[in-house]
């Protein structure tokens, strides 16, 4: 490969990567997020993806003229959309895996081993990452900036001639994504209503450092609200298979409660574990403490 075309790929993956990192940012303003640690990385993590699919995808090319000629427009155009609508949330996935299971998996690596760690990593990591990833990441892909990044990821691979109608179609992209109605674009990623949008309360922090209005059992209350809308949206995802009478019961017992009964859910299967880490995610993504879901074991 030259050094001509390895150039080539790293502008086209460096370019994916900026406007991947814009249509995410533009995203959580969206969804009147703020800019916190959380959503950085989040930011970071989909701009990392942008970069490695370009590269990908324009290395695919190069080295397998064959199956895709660089030289013609129409596979040109078909590594684009390549890029953009399947390896950049293939590899997005990939990163998100990473970012979450990493030190369990070093844990895992130091006391089980190599096999047992691949075992692992191979079923209940991928499991778990994958549930994580389809109730926390996927609201940053629909319903339009899966959309926009495949369409500048076209306009990256397109052929000179052909970038200005292709760049109209991203702009269109990214002009009219923003504009849907945030009660229609995230009817379901959270309550819809006067303060409550997609996870956090409009200016507030995913980390909870600002509350919502009210204090005390006001706000217990809504804290419970929102986790057995979070519980009702998990178990809609993920569908219960794996998860034993005595867990869910336990776990409905403690909303009925109004989530001020004691902890005492213990997730043990692969399935149980995964729908509890995924719940500790929902819960600070919704305001509370990472202590609040009640999973615990005590024998």
């Not at 990044?149 to 992209?173: D, E, K, Q, S, Y």
């Not at 009660?183 to 200016?203: I, L, M, N, Y």
């Not at 980390?207 to 209350?221: C, E, K, N, S, V």
């Not at 004691?262 to 403490?289: K, Q, W």
Request: hydrophobic content about 50%; glycine content about 10%; charged content about 15%.
């Amino acid at each position: 490969m030259s050094a001509a075309a390895l150039g080539s790929a790293f502008a086209r993956g460096l370019a994916l990567a900026l406007a991947t990192a814009a249509i995410v940012a533009l995203r959580i303003l969206e969804r009147g997020e703020a800019l916190s640690p959380r959503t950085a990385l989040v930011i970071a993590l989909f701009a990392t993806a942008g970069l490695a699919a370009g590269l990908s995808a324009s290395l695919a090319g190069s080295l397998l003229p064959r199956v895709a000629d660089p030289s013609r427009t129409r596979d040109r155009l078909a590594l684009g959309a390549l890029a953009g609508l399947v390896l950049l949330p293939g590899i997005a996935f990939v990163l998100f895996a990473i970012d979450r299971n990493a030190t369990d998996v070093v844990a895992s690596f130091r006391d089980d081993g190599l096999a047992s760690t691949v075992r692992h990593a191979l079923v209940g990591l991928t499991i778990d990452a994958g549930g994580a990833f389809a109730v926390t990441a996927r609201p940053y892909l629909l319903p339009w900036p899966l959309a926009a990044a495949t369409g500048c990821a076209i306009l990256a691979f397109a052929p000179a001639r052909g970038r200005v109608a292709l760049l109209a179609l991203a702009a269109a992209c990214l002009l009219v994504g923003p504009a849907v109605h945030p009660a229609r674009a995230q009817h379901d990623d959270g309550f819809v209503g006067d303060h409550w949008s997609g996870g956090s309360w409009e200016g507030e922090a995913l980390d909870g450092t600002a509350g919502p209005p009210g204090t005390g059992d006001a706000w217990t209350r809504e804290k419970c609200v929102r986790y057995a809308a979070s519980w009702e949206e998990a178990t809609r995802r993920m569908g219960t298979e794996g998860l034993s009478a005595e867990f869910v019961a336990r776990h409905d017992a403690f909303i009925a409660s109004g989530c001020t009964a004691p902890a005492d859910v213990c997730p043990r299967s692969e399935a149980e574990l995964a729908m509890a880490n995924v719940m500790v995610i929902l819960a600070m993504n919704a305001g509370t403490a990472s202590t609040f879901p009640p999973f615990a074991c005590r024998d």
